[in-house]
């Protein structure tokens, strides 16, 4: 899975959950499999920088960040880049942790 970028908290959340149903098996033990190539699924820490939406067309925020594992195979992909950003609609501070927890 590549890092995605300009993305909302419940976008990142979908985009893993879609990116493991379309390519991989879930074992028994909670581990996955890629279905291509049968290798175990890796995952990349990636950190995303927290940015508001109310700055448009840019990345803008107060500095923070939050780090999510990526899922990726580590046979038919490279790994994941390690920044990313995540777009919240929140107003600073009060919806801030429940906009980015996923």
Known sequence: MRTPKKISAQGLADAIDSWLKENCDRQPDGSYL?????????????????????????????????????PFCPLCEDAPEAYGCVHIDAHWPTDYDAAVSV
């Open 34 to 70: 890629c279905r291509k190539c049968d290798a175990t699924i890796c995952a990349q820490d990636v950190y995303f920088l927290v940015h508001f939406k109310f700055f448009p067309d840019t990345c803008g925020g107060a500095g923070e960040f939050k780090r999510f594992g990526i």
